[in-house]
């Protein structure tokens, strides 16, 4: 087998074994990265000269019996909004063009300085993770290692796609309204958002505050269990941190799931809900329900008013954030200086932002001018706290929720670029989640006739990521189709 045919977990016992050196892993990784990167644009940065010194050092701290963390040296993608000090991290953006983090994120410090995990390079993404596609970068579109004429899904598009292809074993993302769940789906790997406040945000450049979360992409839930138990917990420098308990979210996994009770909401199959993908979600849940699962309808009665609230909060609060892009405290600067400052930092951001973005800041900062505030931002706000209620009120009747990630398999690259409305629309089943404020999962259930795969999503109440890790990996081994590796070809 190669290596990318293993899970993380796998090779941790394989490196432990003295059965591969971590320099090896590490040579064979870049080597995979270099046969397909070309065709898939899955990275923005790379980091190998760095990566394979520390393989290195790893490795002879391993020789003289010195305890180098529980990730043995496994590599690590990065999404290119997750800082990494002294390393190139620029949201995809030409404003950003240049900026060198001077810290590490909160995860980074945790899962490669504590914990041993080596970072091989930044990934692409949509700009500033405005996007579901990944085709709103600066360094132009990914492309879904299933078929290269579709897009990876977004914003962590990157991450989706060098997991999918075993360009990195392990990969980090970040979920404003579904960017980490979007590409697992479409790119047949795993993703995990998780509570909001579960996971330090510290570190990663801001897309809307109030909904940001870092969680991981692996191609296992085992994986993803593992990262999540290293990346979470309190940290005095993120205020919106929480200080709970962290589970043991890997000696959770093989529980039984026969007094879980799952609900399905009547929201959701209907009209927008791709047929294949609907019977591959229902074939998922009856292997549910055959692992002695309960399985009931429930209601989330605002659910057609996500899409329209979510994007008025995350454009309101995109436009506050991005107002510190001028060009002169970060990245670069227009060329042409004329004028007064107000001119060169108007004139940055017009030549420095993509369309989306300038698109996104538009429409937040008219939300929020005077006269249209109530109007809308307050409005929103408010039925952001309607739906929430609606899911407190679910999970006083079900333990998780169960439905499709996204509403159809991977569109066509380009097919949507002109029509960003279609592009919001799909986000329908994700971004009440993170509205919300609450944990979800998405692990590939099946593959439409075109030979792409679907998702799955698993919904748990606040810091109840112990439940829908446990319920996706029961599903997840009894489907038996995670191992399956995207064929790469053009």
């Not at 995350?314 to 060009?327: F, H, Q, T, V």
């Amino acid at each position: 087998m190669k290596f990318y045919e293993y899970m993380a977990y796998e090779l941790i016992e394989i490196i432990k074994n003295k059965e591969l050196l971590i320099q090896e892993l590490l040579e064979a990784n870049f080597q995979r990265i270099e046969e397909t990167e070309q065709i898939l644009h899955s990275f923005v940065n790379l980091s190998k000269d760095k990566a394979l010194k520390k393989a290195e050092l790893l490795e002879n701290d391993l020789k003289k019996g010195k305890k180098i963390g529980r990730l043995y040296g496994l590599p690590l993608a990065n999404k290119d909004l997750i800082c990494v000090k002294n390393f190139p991290t620029t949201c995809s953006s030409k404003i950003l063009h240049g900026y060198r983090p001077p810290y590490n994120a909160f995860v980074i410090e945790r899962l490669v300085e504590q914990e041993g995990a080596i970072h091989i390079g930044n990934t692409n993404m949509d700009e500033f993770a405005m996007g579901s596609s990944t085709e709103n970068s600066c360094y132009g579109c990914t492309y879904n290692p299933w078929d290269i004429s579709r897009v990876p899904g977004g914003s962590s598009g990157g991450s989706g796609a060098c997991i999918a292809s075993g360009q990195s074993i392990l990969a980090l993302g970040s979920d404003t309204g579904g960017s980490i769940r979007c590409p697992a789906a479409f790119c047949g790997v795993v993703g995990l958002k998780p509570t909001y406040g579960r996971v330090s945000r510290y570190g990663l450049i801001a897309f809307a505050n109030s909904l940001d979360q870092i969680g991981p992409i692996t191609k296992c839930v085992y994986d993803s269990a593992l990262m999540l138990e290293i990346m979470s917990g309190k940290d005095p420098l993120d205020s919106t941190s929480v200080d709970i308990k962290v589970d043991n979210y890997t000696a959770n996994l093989k529980k039984p799931i026969d007094k879980k009770v799952l609900g399905i909401p009547k929201e959701i199959f209907g009209e927008g809900v791709n047929q294949e993908v609907e019977s591959a979600v229902r074939k998922a849940i009856t292997k549910l329900e055959s692992l002695g699962a309960n399985i009931i309808d429930i209601s989330i009665p605002h659910l057609e008013y996500t899409v329209a609230t979510y994007y008025l909060l995350c454009m309101s609060e995109a436009s506050s954030n991005l107002a510190r892009y001028d060009g002169l405290r970060y990245g670069s600067m227009s060329n042409n200086l004329s004028g007064d400052v107000y001119d060169v930092f108007s004139r940055t951001r017009s030549e420095r932002f993509g369309p989306e973005v300038r698109r996104r800041i538009f429409l937040g900062t008219y939300a929020l001018s005077a006269g249209y505030y109530d109007m809308f931002y307050i409005k929103a706000l408010k039925v952001r706290s309607l739906i929430k209620n609606d899911f407190v009120e679910a999970f006083k009747k079900c333990d998780s929720i169960v439905c499709p990630t996204m509403p159809s398999t991977a569109f066509q690259v380009g097919e949507f670029i002109d029509d960003p409305l279609q592009m919001y629309k799909a986000d329908i089943l994700t971004c009440p989640v993170n509205l919300a404020g609450i944990p979800a999962l998405s692990i590939p259930c099946g593959f439409d006739n075109h030979n792409l795969p679907i998702g799955f999503q698993i919904i748990g109440d606040y810091f109840d990521e112990k439940s829908i890790l446990n319920i996706g990996y029961q599903l997840e081994q009894e489907l038996n189709i995670y191992r399956k590796i995207a064929p790469v070809t053009k």
